[in-house]
């Protein structure tokens, strides 16, 4: 016959059978002390006769909370020993248990706050931060029909939920509507629900104006919930108005010799016409020239130089003597002197820059969705951590938000989680915040390339059948173009493109040289650029051919680490 009996925790022995062997980590065990020390032990554990005292049969960790949370005495259920019973019980007991879904927690905490509990005391009583509680709570801000689905097991991630929450009811509702799943489907796209509510939000941290500027332009600032603590975590949807207002701080800032720098259609800076960026400490005749970053809002500087002018010359015709005229520019044996004839190149540098962009949506939109297997996923991530435009450091003042962002999905309550599909996402997330192919300071370089063949991101480039791109090829290479797919070549250029043009108007044309596959002159300037990859195979960076050995190569004479020229031209 069981007896409820109280005791002194410590006097009770722990039981040597005990099949969880492995510990939970430490902040599960402050979660379960904090809970001890708010509403006391709910399910009093159970304990057997053992050597005249009592042993644990259930309860192990219960009774080690009680006593770190200095209860004096504690609730236990004396039962009558069974061997076998005991040790079924004992494993029943750990393994036997569903934890609640978020939306049965978040309704838990609406009920909490309607008995008078607040968010301080649930968090202290749950052993959750109080911005863990807010953020569940946001779940109060979501179409019924989503949270119908969510309680049944899909959730979307955090980033998510936040973008989620942040739209109205109205327009949540019309989203459900296209996206909601079907009779019989189990899984919901809520990254496509998400993208449909997504609203650009700037950050206040990026903001170098005050609040002057900020009410001027009808600035207001929303806390995000989650950003880690002691980080100014808010932001604002006023796209425009940050702009206008970061705009007027910079141009009411400028310091000496401060220029403000022109951005292009693509976010990147214009220097003046024929400067030269300078990558080291400016010297004293140089300028620096500041913009605006249309990506993250902050404000960049970039020393550059211009030319020195031109001093007059002697004339083209060379100098008169007594004896007649000395060869000049203009006289000599031209023969030697005549330049080389310039040819244009297959592809503008405007429709490089094309071909940047479009590599780079295509291999986010396949690291969106396309089936990647593990060891794959593994391998980009190393590609993309290698790429030009991945700056690793420490101890300075530059900030990588974003993969900070993708990195806090995975580490709720400062505990790694174990999910799979969570992990995979993150995996796909960072890969996309850090994999470019643009033809700038952001690009990833090959690497960028052969991870997007990998996963077969070419298959994602749209149609370039259009006057806009086309135009950025010479002759030669649209004429080449057109043969290759049966369109007539006409005398002028301009009506190749748009038989071109026509021709594809239902369909889709991908320029060769756009594709992701590395050309054998594509991995020939990869070596040369010190990207270790050449036709026959990758040269290790730590023994240089061949792979065996294992002394590390010393840096050559007079190496300078780039990002440190960088910040330190800003």
Known sequence: MAELRSVDPRTLQLNPNNPRRTPVSPAMDDQLVASIKAVGIIQPPSVIPKDDGLMIVVGNRRVKAAIKAGLPAIDVMVCDADEAADAMRSVAENLIRASMSSVDIWRAIERLEAQGWNEQAIGDALALPVRTVRRLKLLAHLHPAMLDVMALGSMPNEEQLRTIAAATPEEQAQVWKKHKPKKGQADIAWHEVARALAKRRMPASAAKFGDDLAKAYGIVWEDDLFAPPGEDSRTTTNVEGFFGAQQEWLQNNLPERGRLLPVDEYGRFDLPKKAERVYGKPGKADLVGHYIDTRTGEVQSVAYRLPEP????????????????????????RDDHMPAART????????????????????????????????????????ALGGDNVAVDSGSNLTGNDRQAISRTLTEGGVLTTDPDRLRRAARMMLAAVLSCRENRTQSGPFARIAGEAIGASLRLPNMATEEFLSCLSRGALEKAAAAEGVRVEV????????????????????????????????????????????????????????EGDAVAEPEDGYEDDAGDLREAA
């Open 344 to 383: 244009r190149p297959d592809v503008t540098q405007k429709g490089i820059a094309m071909i940047g962009d479009l590599r780079t949506d295509a291999l986010h939109l396949a690291l969106a969705d396309a089936p990647i297997a593990d060891d794959t996923l593994l391998g980009m991530l190393v590609l």
């Open 310 to 333: 031109k001093k007059a010359g002697k004339p083209a015709g060379g100098t008169k003597t007594a004896t007649g005229t000395t060869p000049g520019a203009a006289g000599g044996d």
């Open 492 to 547: 002028r250029a301009k009506d190749t493109r748009a038989r071109m043009v026509g021709r594809f108007t239902d369909g889709t044309f991908v320029y060769q040289g756009a594709l992701f596959r590395l050309a054998p002159e594509d991995q020939t300037a990869a070596a040369e650029r010190g990207h270790g990859h050449t036709g026959s195979g990758w040269i290790s960076p730590v023994t240089g051919a061949d792979g």
